[in-house]
């Protein structure tokens, strides 16, 4: 069971994650990073829906883990997409390298606080 602290700390480790996002696009007055945002903010999203479509009834039988590993393969393709998109920019120029280093760790702090919220709040069901 999380509580309070648990809360405080997430949000604590969230508000890094896009201070350091910003700060990568503000410093150097080019807001490209800030799609790094936008990727790790959806990138839960198929995981989510897959898993609640896949999700058997009382009264439907189980059915394949199909719909679940492509939840999870689109999950991961928007991962590696934002931690590949700064790395593009940076080698194509269109941003600098510490924008590039600075936007994939606040991104990534971003990812692995709503993963670690899901973990920490994920309802149990009793029957």
């Not at 997430?10 to 490209?32: M, P, R």
């Not at 492509?70 to 998109?85: D, E, P, S």
């Not at 590039?100 to 702090?109: A, C």
């Not at 899901?118 to 149990?124: A, D, G």
Request: aromatic fraction near 12%; include cysteine; hydrophobic fraction near 60%.
């Amino acid at each position: 069971m999380a509580g309070l602290k648990t809360i405080i700390a997430l949000s604590f480790v969230l508000a890094i994650g896009f201070l350091l996002v910003i700060l990568s696009s503000a410093l150097w007055h080019n807001y490209f990073p800030l799609l790094v945002v936008a990727t790790y903010v959806v990138a839960p999203l198929p995981n989510w829906l897959c898993g609640h479509a896949a999700n058997p009834d009382d009264f439907m039988e189980s059915s394949g883990s199909g719909i679940v590993d492509f939840g999870r393969f689109l999950t991961g393709f928007l991962v590696v997409m934002g931690i590949a998109l700064p790395a593009l920019l940076a080698h194509c120029a269109i941003i600098q390298t510490p924008a590039m280093v600075m936007s994939i760790i606040g991104g990534l702090l971003i990812y692995g606080t709503i993963i670690s919220f899901t973990l920490f709040f994920q309802e149990e069901a009793e029957f």
